[in-house]
């Protein structure tokens, strides 16, 4: 088990762009595949993106697909999302996930640790 704590996010206009960092705490971070997701107010918690930490492999939602990247750095256990050409439509509260399984996946029941959320309000 892991501990996630996420920061970085914040208000952006749209357009702009914004980092989001995930911090993990708990031992052999690197054997742990990741994955973002985020919910906007009244909606279903949605999948953003995954990697693997098995082989590397990364996938994205359509919605985010080409302006949204996902990366880590295990030596400061750490994962990042990098989100560009925000839109009013990624306007949410962004959750970062974690798990021991070999492959991401876009179902959040997938993932046993997660983190407190963070807030990315895009104003136009």
């Known amino acids: 088990q892991v501990q996630l704590v996420e920061s970085g996010g914040g208000l952006v206009q749209a357009g702009g762009s914004l980092r989001l960092s995930c911090a993990a705490s708990g031992r052999s971070f690197s054997s742990y595949t990741v994955g973002w997701f985020r919910q906007a107010p009244g909606k279903e918690r949605e999948f953003v993106t995954g990697?693997?930490?098995?082989?590397?492999?990364?996938s994205y939602a359509d919605s985010v697909k080409g302006r949204f990247t996902i990366s880590r750095d295990n030596a400061k256990n750490t994962v990042y999302l990098q989100m560009n050409s925000l839109t009013l439509e990624d306007t949410a509260v962004y959750y970062c996930a974690a798990d021991r399984r070999l492959y991401y996946d876009t179902g959040p029941n997938e993932y046993g640790d997660w983190g407190q959320g963070t807030q990315v309000p895009v104003s136009s």
């Open positions: 990697l693997s930490w098995y082989n590397g492999g990364a």
